[in-house]
């Protein structure tokens, strides 16, 4: 293997290699997968000079420790998190120059869920069906970091962006997230229609990359019996039979048999990717424009 | 024909069964190929097919409400044989659902021809069609925590091959050494919506 690699030190809790995703094999049964906070994750490629194509680290909850072989340019951001190189403390949300055996860390997140690591050049593991994403859900691409991993670089694009702090949305102190009634809200009584966007949910910490899990109010159904199989969108709010709303994130199946009463607005999902376990949702309905 | 909207970008066309979402499906391929529909999924499903990634949903829906689409199967669709050895722990159980003898279960297997009708669960997993109504079968009344990759299985109307170990709660009736999904290969799916699939049996019934 060349320099051009980047050692992991401390993988964290959970950290994928994601990108774009690879959407349009959802016939295949193979989900759309990619970074969930997706402008965070293009801002850091910016901030480095990488086109938003390239693959990033996302991180979850506790950030990394990574050593690159030879110097780079990395760019922190997501998540608000501390950042250091060697130990001193290092600029978050702006491009960072890493020495050649230097040691980053990525701090805990201080708000927020995800941190995203750019580095110059990108991450090049090799591509499955056009992306280097992590799937957790059916285990396409690389498996997530664990300590020793070494993960290869691509060649810089260019000139890394030069701004001293980039802003960045605040992760979310309630989740707000604007739904469009459907397809099957028929399957549930207009009470529970009511209840899902006028009371308020918690963000449960069993979500994952594959849904964001809440705690609240059961939905009722106006019918029993199964509903079969149908095709699922990012952002889909399926109810499973104990009645608590899931949003479908990138790494959902494409088909489900449970149905969906509403579907998130894809504008607001970035910041349900931020969203701590605890944290208030309210769904709110708007109309499909 | 129901149109439903699904969120801003989507639409879900729900239509009375499984052969009428499998001609719709073939439909919306054929129309996507000959540049009369921009789309970025079609997703077939039992008695559906989703619709991703419009630009103009609410101009799709009015077209495909005005649309006459064709009740038939479209023929000559690739056919994939698998060889299989009718070898399953649950061979007997299907042997009794079905009120006959294993081999016979194996044998009726063996002469149907299968239909993909839709893909999902897994990358590479198809729901296929084909049995008459009086072979359909429950769903195992506890999954199993592992399915060895290969296993040919039995739920309601479907026959499915896990194409890797995982979890499943389906009906194992059999073994291929078929690979069902290998990202490396072009196309990497085995079984896409639409495959003729004919299940080849080798070695004896009940294992070899």
Known sequence: MTDRAL????????????????????????????????????????????????AVLETTLNGCALRPRSAVTVAVGGAPCAVSVDGRPAAWGAAVRVPAGALLEVGAAVAGVRSYV????????????????????????????AGGTV?????????????????????????????????????????????????PYRVSPAGNRIGLRTEGPALERARTGE??????????????????????????????????IAVVRHRDL???????????????????? | MRILPVGESALLVEVSGGQEAEALHAELVRRRAEGLLAVREIVPAARTVLLDGLAEPDRVAAELAAAQVPPVLPRGERIVELPVRYDGPDLGTVAAHWGVPAREVARVHAATEFRVAFCGFAPGFGYLTGLPERCHVPRRSSPRTAVPAGAV???????????????GGWQLIG?????????????????????????????RVGGS
């Open chain 1, 7 to 54: 050692a992991v030190v401390r993988a964290g809790a959970l950290t994928t290699v994601q990108d774009l995703g690879r959407p349009g094999h959802a016939h295949l049964g193979v989900p759309r997968s990619g970074a969930l906070d997706a402008p965070a994750a293009a801002l850091v490629n910016r901030l480095v000079g990488n086109p938003v194509t390239a």
């Open chain 1, 118 to 145: 750019a580095v110059a050049g990108g991450i090049t593991v090799e591509p499955v069906l056009g992306s280097r994403s992590t799937d957790l859900l059916s285990g396409l691409g690389p498996a997530p970091l």
């Open chain 1, 151 to 199: 993960l290869p670089l691509g060649r810089p694009y260019g000139p890394h962006a030069r701004v001293d702090v980039a802003p960045q949305p605040r992760p979310p102190a309630e989740l707000v997230l604007r739904v469009t009634p459907g397809p099957r809200a028929d399957w549930f009584t207009p009470r529970a229609l009511t209840v899902f966007t006028s009371r």
């Open chain 1, 227 to 260: 509903l079969p199989s149908e095709g699922m969108v990012l952002g889909a709010v399926q109810v499973p039979p104990d009645g608590r709303p899931v949003v479908f994130l990138a790494d959902h199946p494409t088909t489900g048999g449970y149905p969906v």
């Open chain 1, 270 to 289: 970035p910041a349900a990717a931020q969203a701590a376990p605890g944290t208030p949702v309210r769904f709110l309905a708007v109309g499909r424009r």
């Open chain 2, 153 to 167: 299985a039995l739920a309601g109307a479907y026959t499915g091959v896990y194409p890797r170990s995982s979890p």
């Open chain 2, 175 to 203: 073994t291929t050494d078929a690979v069902l999904w290998d990202h490396t290969r072009v196309p990497a799916a085995l079984l896409t919506p639409g495959t003729r699939v004919r299940f080849v049996p080798v070695g």
